[in-house]
């Protein structure tokens, strides 16, 4: 069971919702190609605040976790989705209960 997560909130710009999900997608597609230890990501949007986006990716590790953020082309690919946002707030956690 992996139990590392990697977590984003978006508030994206307006008018710019489709490119800010190619860019995201993009991004995750890097990720994975390059992490194979990222079990599953997702991308889910607000039904109600346009522009809000809640991101999170499910990690086998820790470590991996970690060094996939240390990689230099991590930093471009996040800067791209950033450029379409108002601001983000992200953090890492760990599972603790599962129902």
């Not at 590790?61 to 800067?79: G, I, L, T």
Request: net charge negative; glycine share 4%.
């Amino acid at each position: 069971m992996a139990d590392h997560y990697a977590s984003g909130t978006w508030q994206v710009k307006q008018g710019n919702d489709q490119e800010f999900i190619d860019r995201w997608t993009e991004f995750l597609q890097w990720s994975r190609a390059n992490y194979p230890s990222i079990v599953v990501a997702n991308l889910i949007r607000d039904r109600r605040v346009p522009g809000h986006y809640v991101s999170f990716a499910e990690w086998t590790d820790e470590a991996s976790r970690d060094a996939w953020k240390q990689n230099p082309e991590f930093m471009s690919h996040f800067d791209a989705c950033m450029a379409l946002c108002e601001h983000m707030s992200g953090a890492d956690f760990d599972r603790v209960a599962t129902v």
